[in-house]
């Protein structure tokens, strides 16, 4: 009988806690909180200014208030996150909203900082107004009848969890770049010049300067510099991939050989490509990516032992110039 292994649930626990402070700041907790403040006067005249009146008219019949589905300027002066609360009840990621195309990427600070420009205030009215065209579509679609607190609640809820998992999944791979970059910074440690959060230079066996730094794409870069404080020589460019679904590997892989044919264009004599997943056929991964020159696991890597780690330190050393302690 073949064993069974279900993964642990860390990451629904870590959603969990990262959902009820969420709750707080843009959902139907944070806009409650925020009526109470308000003048209720105020909020109903722009609500009978900004909702058809038809929609009004179907909310009060379920005993809903508005407000819980149409955003109106006082709401947004009062707490710009609420612009968070109303993009996700729309169904909107953050990246599908706020694009300059549309005209809405000025206003992410709101959601983001809680920043409301002079600008983006005078121009409330007319983005409440969109959103009254969309609402009142929405609520077409999918019919008064199953409008209810908790089915607005449900509908944000299913917004929220792709935003929850992404931002997981862009922490996980900022962690693997750290982790990646900590042990090439413990390889070179003996040989370290000069050092800064995001790189590091070394002096090699030649007295030329070497540098170590995080790059956006791809992730980790190694070049000479020359004289002139200019990069010289790139002799290393990494890409690494920390994210743990097997069933994703070969689009991550795809993405790796992408960054890898830019960074070849750009003078890379050898690129790498690091990744999270243990049991994977690198010979396989090598034919999906044929300009990676070596494939690296974090947890090989991670065990000083390993003749993965071996290969790892021996190749950074052999690129970088400098003796091995």
């Known amino acids: ?40 006067k105020t909020l109903n005249f722009e609500l009978d200014q900004i909702v058809p009146a038809k929609d009004l008219k179907r909310l009060a019949m379920k005993s ?39 005209g ?20 409330l009215n007319s983005l409440c107004k969109e959103f009254a065209i969309r609402v009142s579509e929405l609520i077409d679609g999918v019919g008064i009848d199953r409008i209810s607190k908790e089915f607005i609640d449900d509908l944000t809820l299913l917004t929220l969890g792709p935003q929850l998992r992404g931002g997981a999944n862009n922490k996980r791979g900022i962690d693997a770049i750290t982790v990646v970059f900590k042990i090439i910074k413990d390889i070179v440690q003996h040989a370290i010049h000069d050092s800064t959060s995001s790189s590091i230079t070394l002096l090699n066996s030649s007295e030329r300067r070497v540098q170590i730094k995080f790059a956006a794409d791809p ?16 002799l290393l460019a990494i890409e690494v991939k920390g994210g743990k679904d097997i069933s994703n590997i070969h689009n991550r892989i795809g993405e790796a050989e992408k960054s890898h044919r830019k960074a070849k264009s750009d ?11 243990d049991q994977i056929d690198l010979n396989l991964l090598k034919k999906e990516s044929p300009t990676t020159n070596q494939f690296f696991r974090i947890n090989h890597l991670n065990n000083f032992n390993s003749d993965e780690f071996k290969k790892f330190r021996n190749s950074i050393l052999s690129l970088t110039g400098i003796r091995s302690v």
């Open 64 to 102: 809903l208030r508005a407000e819980l589905m149409f955003p109106v300027p006082c709401l947004l002066i009062e707490n710009p996150n609420l612009l968070g609360y109303y993009r996700l009840l729309l169904g909107f990621s953050q990246k599908e909203f706020y694009k300059s195309e549309l």
């Open 219 to 234: 992730d980790i870069v190694i070049h000479e510099i020359m004289d002139e404080g200019f990069d010289g020589h790139a």
């Open 1 to 40: 009988m073949s064993s069974i292994n279900l993964p642990n649930p860390e990451l629904q626990i870590s959603f969990s806690y990262k959902l009820g402070q969420i709750r707080e700041v843009y959902l139907q907790e944070a806009l409650s909180k925020t009526i109470k403040s308000l003048d209720i």
């Open 267 to 277: 003078g890379y004599v050898e690129c790498w490509t690091v990744i999270n997943v």
């Open 104 to 123: 809405l990427s000025r206003f992410k600070r709101m959601e983001t900082n809680q920043f409301l420009s002079n600008k983006n205030r005078e121009d």
